[in-house]
């Protein structure tokens, strides 16, 4: 096919799913346009830089997966050096176990990389509407210099971000609407020395904090300065949303010798992001959303769940249905 006439898709959101999809649509023959609005990749599978090298996974903790072929993208990945296992020193009291955690390294972001070469991805491009054109789709928000709709248009973003693009969709917004995911604040904090609790990994007792980690105890992390992040409870987090990011830093601080159980060192870096749609809590309960005709499909995480491997379940199905409807085959990997 001639590239005046070669399908032409579109891709909302370089999270996992979206770029999952698009690399297995690209792998396939076709040629994607991912479009991003952060500067980044990989959405909450999130690493954030500060001074001295130091890194916070201040979005996604570490991933376990069941899914055959997942596992075999993780195994990849990780003989590529961009995983490695987490073996966390666990709170007194955590009874999970912690032999098949995986994180990204060096940082958690590095996973989604390899996803990613080769794409025509364009950063910074937030996407505001999606417009039904003659023949396909138009994207409002976003500079397409092709000057022909899309002819389908995966949109992996999450639901609440997905129904106002798809405001027009009476049928796929009420099916959107139903699905709920909760936020969480996250805080990323550096002690101005080595301070060591007796654990890498907790999860609070008492209503505020859900989780405590120490960052620098992951792969491939510097070791040298402690980094530890500290994960709101959903309650909080919601109670607390509109918080400016310094009052919620402040909060979030006051909240940690309580949690810790004693006096800390004191703070010399404490940054507070806020994830509005953070983890899933009623999920849609099937790995996609799409119209009758199969050109617009709305997937991510909270298809199925709050986990990684569901953003990965969702974007693999998602790209499957584009290829069958194209008549093209997915090649596996
Ligand atoms: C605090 C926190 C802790 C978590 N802990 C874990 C954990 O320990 N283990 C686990 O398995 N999972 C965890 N998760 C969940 C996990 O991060 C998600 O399931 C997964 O990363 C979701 O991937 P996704 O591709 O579906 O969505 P996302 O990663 O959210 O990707 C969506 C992308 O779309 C972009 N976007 C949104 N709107 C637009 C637009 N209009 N135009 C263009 N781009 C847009 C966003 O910027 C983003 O990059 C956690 C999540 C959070 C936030």
Not at 23 to 47: C, N
Not at 109 to 119: C, F, H, M, Q, T
Not at 142 to 151: C, K, L, Y
């Amino acid at each position: 096919m001639g590239d005046e006439r070669a399908a032409r898709i579109a891709v909302i959101g370089a999270g996992l799913a979206g770029l999952l999809c698009a690399r297995r649509l690209q792998d396939a023959g076709l040629h994607p346009v991912v479009f991003e609005k952060s500067r980044g990749l990989g959405g909450r599978l999130a690493t954030r830089r500060a001074e001295d090298n130091r890194t916070f996974d201040h979005g996604a903790q570490y991933i376990t997966a069941r899914n055959p072929s997942f596992r075999a993208m993780l195994g990849r990945a990780r003989q590529a050096g961009k995983a490695d296992l987490w073996r966390p020193r666990l709170a007194p009291g955590m009874e999970e176990r912690s032999e098949d955690w995986l994180v990204g390294a060096p940082a958690m972001n590095a996973l989604v990389r390899p996803l990613a070469e080769g794409l025509d991805i364009r950063q910074q491009s937030q996407v505001t509407a999606l417009r039904r054109a003659l023949g396909g789709w138009h994207l409002e928000g976003v500079e397409d210099e092709a000057g022909r709709p899309f002819d389908a248009v995966v949109c992996a973003v999450p639901a609440p971000q997905a129904q106002t693009l798809a405001a027009d969709e009476a049928a796929l917004v009420e099916h959107l609407a139903a699905v709920r995911i909760a936020p969480c604040w996250a805080l990323m904090v550096t002690f101005s020395e080595l301070f060591d609790p007796g654990f890498d990994a907790c999860r609070p007792d008492g209503e505020a904090l859900a989780w405590i980690a120490r960052n620098s105890s992951k792969p491939g992390r510097a070791a040298a300065r402690d980094t530890w992040v500290i994960h709101a409870s959903p309650d909080w987090s919601r109670e607390n949303l509109e918080l400016e990011r310094e009052e919620a830093a402040a909060r979030i601080v006051a909240l940690l010798p309580a949690a810790f159980g004693r006096d800390l060192p004191p703070i010399d870096h404490a940054v507070a992001h806020r994830w509005r749609y953070a983890l899933t809590t009623a999920p849609l309960g099937r790995p996609y959303l799409a119209t009758g005709d199969g050109s617009l499909l709305i997937g991510g995480d909270w298809c199925l769940g709050a986990r990684v491997e569901c953003a990965y379940e969702s974007g693999e199905a998602m790209a499957a249905a584009v290829l069958e409807r194209f008549g093209l085959e997915q090649l596996d990997g």
